[in-house]
Each structure stands twice: as structure tokens, then as C-alpha cells.
């Protein structure tokens, strides 16, 4: 059908241009597939066997998340590799907290208008980060609103199902008085925290994404703006094996006042020692030229912690050590009190 014959292609919507885009990443999708994925790419509905995957009878856990205002960043920069990337580690860390393993994820991306290169790009980060998490990307949806979203915006979310073994689920009831906080870095500021430092950033200190102030040491604005959110299965898949790990907080929107509180029984709570914290170079520099307070920097943004784990005394070493083993840099961050102020920062 020619351009002027397709009444829906005047109305903005071009199908030719979404379905070129998905089947362009087809075989970067098929390299996620699992043994449990039964089908293949292009059904209305993705199958996936629990009995092959070897996870029958587990509890199911799943998440929905999204990637925020990072998506103008990365439009901006000219690749949206990486907020595929984002979305998949994003949501493998949310139920790794409880446990979980990742199964399967399913994404949905929409736009004003199909731009099939940005879709093809989006897609083979997220197959990337699931191939990297063993996990299958199991189907999806690319959706395109004139009228709904502005010229040239982008949306990601997603979805990801996971299992975790019934005696093996993380629900923060072991977590007592004198465990210890072991803090894994983050890679900058992950998914959260975007809006400000777009205000800050563009609006107010009038930076381009080229640009490379001292706190970055030699990296660019759009290179640390655009860190791929870490996943935190790898380093952590070990202990919640050997069960020193007995309880877990993704630090996203909220920083650590609002997520540690998440998994802390009644009567608990923690003190952090924020020097103990390997500070994050462009939470840095969003603080100082924002004049933003500590207490607002340690709720919107992770401050250059990405993960918490809750482990006994006398487990630390090995935590440490399986952390290291694994490649990352874990640190003391503090430790669990009796208290009715969840989180103490001093």
C-alpha cells in the first residue's frame, strides 16, 4: 500500500515501520530464550513451561518498573541501548530482594511516532541484559501515540517474573538487632533521581551533555548520566545460595530512607554511616550545583548505593569476600538497631 493510499499512515501511525523494527532485533530475542520458553518470537502471548525451567512449584514473584525521564537523556544522546539495559537490571534487583531468580520479562515501548532504528536499539539492550541475567524475553509490546505522547518522546516499562523456593523467600522477618549493612556501589544514578538532575544540570547550570566537570574525572555529563543500572544478581546469587544473606534493599526512588524501611520488622532500624559510602561523581556534582540537602540527596538519589544486604556478624567476612570474588567493591555501611526511626544517618 503506497504512502498516500494508507489512511492510518496520515493519521500517524505506521505499521510497516513497527513490525520492521521488531523483526530487525528477532534474533537478539531468541538468544535470551530459556528452557522454559515454549514458541517462538511473533505469538500473541509468550509460553513459558515452569516443569523445563525446573522451578515448579516455587513462588512466582514478578515487578512492573520503568526507566522515568533517563529515556530523554538517552534519545538525546542518540542510543537507547542502555535504557533497555536500565529497565531489565532495574527489575532483576527488585525481586532479587525477596530471593527471586529471574524467569522471563516482557517489555512495552511507545513513541509519538515510529522511529524503527530507536525501537531496534531499545530492544537489543533489553535482550542483552536478559541474556545477561538468564532470563528469556518472552514478548512485548511497541506501541505508537500521535496525540497521546509529544513529538520525539519515548516510553519504556516492563514486566519480569521471577521464582524463589518457598523456604528460600527474603521477607525481612530474620533481619534482627546487630546484623550488619553491607553496601554494594551503584554505577551512578541507576533509574531514579533524572528529573532533578535534568533541572539542575541543563536548566540551571546551563551543561551540555559533552561536557566534563571535575567530579566526573574525565568522563562526560551523558556518559554518567547514562550509566547502565547495575544488576546485582551475579554478586548476590552466591550468598542467598549459602543463606548469609537475610534480608535485601534495591535502593531506587526513595534512596535508602524510603526502601530499607521496606524489608525492617516492627521495632527495627538501621544506622548508616554515609562516609562509609564510596561517593557517587555525579550525585556529587547534581548536589553542588543544585545546593541540594543531605537529607533530600539521600531520598532522591542513591548516593552511590545501589544494593543493602543484611547479614549476621559473623558472616561479614564471607559476604565480603564472595562480593570480591564476584568483581564488586562491597563496604561496611552499618549495622541494624532496636528503634522506631527506621533510618539514621549520621
Given at each position: 500500500m503506497s504512502e498516500a493510499q494508507s489512511a492510518y499512515r496520515q493519521a500517524g501511525v505506521d505499521i510497516d515501520k513497527k513490525y520492521a523494527a521488531v523483526t530487525g532485533a528477532s534474533e537478539a530475542i531468541r538468544n535470551t530464550h530459556t528452557p522454559g520458553v515454549v514458541g517462538?518470537?511473533?505469538?500473541f502471548g509468550g509460553l513459558f513451561d515452569l516443569e523445563r525451567?525446573?522451578?515448579?512449584?516455587?513462588?512466582?514473584?514478578?515487578?512492573?518498573?520503568?526507566?522515568?525521564?533517563?529515556v530523554m537523556i538517552a534519545a538525546q544522546h542518540g542510543d537507547m541501548g542502555?535504557?533497555?539495559?536500565?529497565?531489565?537490571?532495574?527489575?532483576?534487583?527488585?525481586?532479587?530482594?525477596?530471593?527471586?531468580?529471574?524467569?522471563?520479562?516482557?517489555?512495552?515501548?511507545?513513541?509519538?511516532?515510529?522511529?524503527?532504528?530507536?525501537?531496534?536499539q531499545i530492544i537489543m539492550g533489553l535482550a542483552k541484559a536478559c541474556a545477561e541475567n538468564s532470563c528469556a524475553l518472552l514478548g512485548g509490546?511497541?506501541?505508537?501515540?500521535?496525540?497521546?505522547?509529544?513529538?520525539?518522546?519515548?516510553?519504556?516499562?516492563?514486566?519480569?517474573?521471577?521464582?524463589?523456593?518457598?523456604?528460600?523467600l527474603l521477607d525481612g522477618s530474620r533481619i534482627q538487632a546487630g546484623d550488619q549493612l553491607i553496601g554494594l556501589p551503584s554505577s551512578g544514578l541507576h533509574t531514579n533521581g533524572f528529573s532533578l538532575a535534568r533541572k539542575i544540570l541543563f536548566h540551571d547550570a546551563g551543561l551540555d551533555l559533552s561536557d566534563s566537570?571535575?567530579?566526573?574525572?574525565?568522563r562526560s555529563v551523558g556518559e554518567a548520566l547514562l550509566a547502565v543500572h547495575k544488576s546485582y544478581l551475579?554478586?548476590?546469587?552466591?550468598?542467598?545460595?549459602?543463606?548469609?544473606?537475610?534480608?535485601?534493599?534495591?535502593?531506587?526512588?526513595?534512596?535508602?530512607p524510603d526502601n530499607v524501611p521496606r524489608v525492617l520488622p516492627a521495632g527495627l532500624g538501621v544506622h548508616v554511616d554515609v562516609d562509609a559510602i564510596p561517593r557517587s561523581p555525579i550525585c556529587d556534582l547534581i548536589v553542588r550545583l543544585g545546593g541540594v540537602s543531605r537529607d533530600e540527596s539521600y531520598r532522591v538519589l542513591n548516593m552511590g548505593i545501589g544494593m543493602v544486604l543484611f547479614v549476621r556478624p559473623d558472616?561479614?567476612?564471607?559476604?565480603?569476600?564472595?562480593?570480591?570474588?564476584?568483581?564488586?567493591?562491597?563496604?561496611?555501611?552499618?549495622s541494624v538497631e532496636a528503634s522506631e526511626e527506621k533510618v539514621r544517618l549520621s
Open positions: 517462538d518470537v511473533g505469538a525451567a525446573n522451578v515448579s512449584g516455587q513462588l512466582m514473584v514478578a515487578s512492573t518498573d520503568g526507566v522515568g525521564t533517563k542502555s535504557v533497555g539495559e536500565d529497565l531489565v537490571n532495574h527489575c532483576v534487583d527488585d525481586i532479587l530482594v525477596q530471593g527471586a531468580r529471574p524467569l522471563f520479562f516482557l517489555d512495552y515501548i511507545a513513541m509519538s511516532q515510529m522511529v524503527p532504528e530507536r525501537v531496534q509490546e511497541t506501541a505508537e501515540m500521535p496525540g497521546v505522547y509529544r513529538d520525539g518522546e519515548v516510553d519504556v516499562a516492563g514486566t519480569i517474573v521471577g521464582s524463589v523456593p518457598r523456604d528460600q566537570p571535575e567530579e566526573l574525572d574525565g551475579r554478586p548476590c546469587l552466591p550468598l542467598l545460595e549459602r543463606g548469609i544473606v537475610h534480608g535485601m534493599a534495591h535502593i531506587t526512588g526513595g534512596g535508602l558472616d561479614v567476612d564471607a559476604a565480603l569476600a564472595a562480593c570480591r570474588e564476584a568483581g564488586e567493591a562491597p563496604f561496611l555501611a552499618g
